[in-house]
């Protein structure tokens, strides 16, 4: 007797239904941006502080509010380390003012003798030039103030939303894991708690690696400007680490900031030279050596989707979009590899060589399990 075998849908349909699924969640992705975004920052510190609320938990007996609370504020004084460092530093800057200004007023000078002299455009005609492009940039003056103070606003809101829903997050971590597994059916239960094992063993080594990786990167830069006499060694190597971590164009802001306070602080052009060319060194060490020994072998996503994530993200979130996008893709990878249907996608995702050797699994599903609520 034969049977009916169901119907299978075409090729192009089903690339339609992923192309309409890839425009409607990019689509949604953008008008929620101001909601996502703090989410996902909140999602990876969440990933990251958990070990800290689980001790806090386990082994002084705190109760998981006060524990969330308690790691929610280490965070934050990490970060008011990090900024006191980089605004005491800020600050010199603030006391040689007036130096910085002859600096820029004496090059200046000489770069409109060398244009007089090149060029042969006369000194009243480049002075005209010059005020009048003063006079509209004081006319636009008030509106780069509040634009500067809208950014700023917006960057503190974004960060207490994020050390909010970071709070919120470690509290109802069993709530949200109980909804997780009414979602996809107690029959996926074990497949989920393995996903959600994998993805909190990536990112965790990759946030810590990445933080590795930064504190490596300025410390070797203090360490190279002081041993070179550079001026505001410490807030280089400190600009230089910070800026790092941006993908791709956080080493060209590094080396731009550099090189001009490098040279408002009144630096011979061989020091200048001697600042650019540490940072470029520092930069190709720290693609080819740190990148792939401490970061690299947390995430395996090959250079042109790591490449595509970043514009992708800059484009739809902004910088912040390209600080989540090797997290996100990672996530999505492990989330693909576990699904049948989606393990083409992983494939594509991942690197082309893959180790023989599995996964070392630190992680433990177990562990996910026994926290799993009744």
């Not at 190597?237 to 408002?264: D, E, H, R, V």
């Not at 930069?283 to 970061?295: K, Y």
Request: with cysteine; net charge positive.
């Amino acid at each position: 007797m034969n049977t009916i075998q169901p119907a299978k849908n075409p090729f192009y349909f089903k690339l339609a239904m992923v192309l309409v699924s890839l425009i409607s969640l990019g689509y949604l992705s953008i008008m929620g941006k101001e909601i996502l975004a703090p989410l996902m920052f909140s999602l990876l510190i969440a990933i990251l502080l958990l070990p800290v609320s689980v001790f806090l938990e386990t082994r002084l007996n705190l109760p998981r509010s006060a524990a969330a609370g308690l790691s929610v504020l280490l965070l934050l004084l990490a970060i008011s380390i990090i900024v006191y460092l980089v605004g005491s530093q800020v600050s010199g800057l603030a006391r040689d003012w007036p130096m910085f200004e002859v600096q820029v007023r004496s090059s200046l000078t000489n770069l409109q003798n060398w244009i007089s002299t090149t060029f042969h455009i006369d000194l009243k005609k480049q002075t005209d030039y010059i005020e009048s492009s003063a006079s509209k940039l004081l006319n636009a003056g008030t509106t780069v103030l509040g634009t500067t103070v809208i950014t700023v606003s917006s960057l503190m809101l974004f960060l207490v939303f994020t050390l909010i829903d970071t709070f919120f997050l470690l509290l109802y971590r069993r709530l949200i894991l109980k909804f997780l597994v009414g979602v996809f059916k107690e029959e996926n239960a074990r497949t989920l708690y393995e996903v959600i094992a994998e993805i909190q063993f990536i990112i965790r080594k990759y946030i810590l690696g990445l933080l590795l990786e930064m504190l490596i990167v300025a410390g070797a830069c203090c360490i190279a400007f002081w041993l070179l006499d550079i001026k505001y060694a410490v807030l280089l190597g400190l600009i230089t680490g910070l800026f790092n971590i941006i993908p791709y164009i956080g080493i060209f802001s590094a080396l731009l900031l550099s090189t001009l306070i490098t040279f408002a602080a009144g630096a011979t052009t061989g020091k200048i030279l001697l600042v650019v060319i540490t940072v470029v060194v520092m930069h190709l060490v720290d693609s080819n050596v740190l990148l792939p020994l401490v970061v690299g072998s947390k995430v395996r996503i090959n250079a042109l989707i790591t490449l595509l994530a970043v514009i992708i993200g800059e484009m739809m979130w902004g910088i912040t979009g390209m600080f989540l996008a090797i997290p996100v893709i990672a996530m999505a990878k492990i989330i693909f590899d576990r699904i049948e249907g989606l393990q083409p996608w992983g494939v594509l995702l991942g690197a082309e060589k893959e180790d023989k050797k599995p996964l070392s699994r630190k992680y433990s599903v177990k562990k996910v399990i026994k926290t799993a609520p009744d």
